[in-house]
């Protein structure tokens, strides 16, 4: 039996990279700090909770970088995608999951795993030496004492954004005499629906006047720590969004296309939809609706939506910090620091963006650790998959000078042979990938 591997930090990278060991006949120690000590944004103690939306983004694994990966961490027996297709809600063609049925799953997944040693612990710095071989996943709200001795090991300071939770409504609130459910373009999701989300239409004088509260809203103030933070462009605050140009709603998450409004038979000027949140649809998130306003000014101003004048608040928007460091600088092609090659980092904290993107790396992590504590050489993916190129991007792929957080997309794959007809090209690398897969499935 080889000696434990370390795994700081239970959430989706966490408590994948503990799964993918044990998998591996690799005894672990997971360490959690909560509920010994708590964050702004987690409610529960619960290991991979969700603190922002509940979806796992689009789930067409023919024409969408993340359904792709989606299709590859079920092959490779991801701990995080069962459990997400095991509580999954209707969501046109993303897959949404049930969030606190999904992460009691994952919870007792691996309190009911043998190999697994569940610590309730705050770890305040890099695992030392003693400690063997370990992973630290401890995701964007890594706490500053254990941030700082990244930054001293690694040499690099960190990097850090603003991370924003976007509105849940209660869905008897909501007035679906002026709201209806449709997918855009009816597409069909997993489930068969073509009507998973709730859609609230506004016209122009409805949306410039929507525009001018949103503008005037008083926001939240920052903490001093947080003031020179940068935001993630991929997750602006809608507020920021406005303020870039009165039309980038419309082209962002209010865009109209797609939908019909029942009413009219035309399409609307603006549009805001809600997804399914719970497993009992009694919960709806604003989609795309993260915001630093102010609690008060966000009932105000939210309730200004044709169909959420009585609209009752599960939880407001709000901020947390995101904390990654420069993976291409601090990292080798495994994920081990090169600094403190015992030590291996995984999830938002190595710089990608996205649930799936983090418990991907967590995969990865999991699996070279494992095979180091082995004996065996760490087997890389193939650069062709989606984990492949996720991890090359991470490893060297990017600017070390201009790195940022990154969502899976299929700009960081190798391109296909050129004489595939461009309507084919991204089908064309989902196959390869999932052919190539099979050499690293193991």
């Known amino acids: ?10 959430g989706l990278a966490g408590s994948e990279a503990a799964w993918q060991l044990a998998r591996r006949g690799v005894p672990v120690v997971l360490h959690e700090m909560r509920p010994v000590r708590g964050t702004d944004a987690h409610r529960t103690d619960r290991l991979a909770e969700l603190v922002c939306s509940n979806s796992f983004r689009s789930d067409d694994v023919m024409s969408n970088a993340v359904g792709l990966l989606h ?53 305040g710095g890099l695992p030392p030496k003693g400690w063997g071989l370990a992973i630290v996943a401890t995701g964007p709200l890594t706490s500053a004492a254990l941030a700082e001795d990244i930054r001293k090991v690694g ?21 679906l005499d002026h709201a209806w459910f449709q997918s855009r373009y009816d597409k069909p999701g997993p489930g ?40 993630f462009e991929g997750c602006l605050p809608i507020e920021v969004m406005a303020a870039r140009g009165r039309e980038t ?18 399409r609307p000027h603006a549009v805001v939809q809600l997804r399914q949140d719970n497993a009992l649809g009694t919960l709806y998130n604003m989609v795309g609706f993260q915001t630093k306003l102010k609690h008060a000014e966000q009932v105000r101003v939210f309730r200004m939506v044709p169909g959420l004048a009585a609209a009752q608040f599960a939880r407001l928007g709000g901020l947390h910090r995101n904390t990654f ?10 994920l081990r620091m090169k600094a403190a090659p015992h030590v291996r980092l995984a999830g938002q904290l190595t710089g990608c963006e ?48 201009t790195f940022q957080p990154m969502n899976i997309n299929f700009g960081l794959f190798p391109p296909p042979p050129a004489e595939i007809p461009k309507h084919d090209r991204k089908a064309a690398i989902a196959r390869r990938a999932l052919a190539l897969l099979e050499n690293w499935r193991g």
């Open 192 to 231: 068969g629906g073509t009507a998973d989300y709730i859609n609230c239409a506004m016209d122009r004088a409805q949306y410039d006047a929507f525009i001018d509260a949103l503008l005037a809203g008083a926001t939240a103030d920052f903490k001093h720590w947080e003031k020179s933070t940068p935001y």
């Open 325 to 334: 460091v420069n993976s291409p600088r601090l990292l080798d092609l495994t």
């Open 354 to 401: 996205g649930y799936v993107e983090s418990a991907a790396v967590g995969l990865m992590a999991g699996r070279f650790a494992a095979a180091e504590a082995l004996g065996r050489a760490p087997a890389l993916p193939p650069a062709e998959t989606a984990h492949g190129a996720l991890l090359a991007h991470l490893t060297g792929g990017a600017d070390a000078v």
């Open 71 to 123: 299709e590859e961490m079920r092959r490779l027996g991801s701990l995080i995608l069962a459990m997400g297709d095991r509580h999954k809600l209707p969501a046109g063609g993303a897959l949404a999951v049930d969030r606190e049925g999904f992460a009691a799953a994952v919870t007792e997944a691996l309190e009911a795993e043998p190999l697994v040693s569940i610590r309730r612990e705050e770890v």
């Open 249 to 266: 709603l419309r082209f962002g998450p209010m865009k109209p296309v797609g939908l019909i409004d029942p009413r009219t038979g035309g």
């Open 1 to 10: 039996m080889p000696s434990p591997v370390h795994v700081v930090g239970g």
């Open 155 to 175: 040499g690099e300071d960190q990097l850090a954004f603003f991370d924003a939770i976007a509105p849940i409504v209660h869905k008897e609130s909501i007035d």
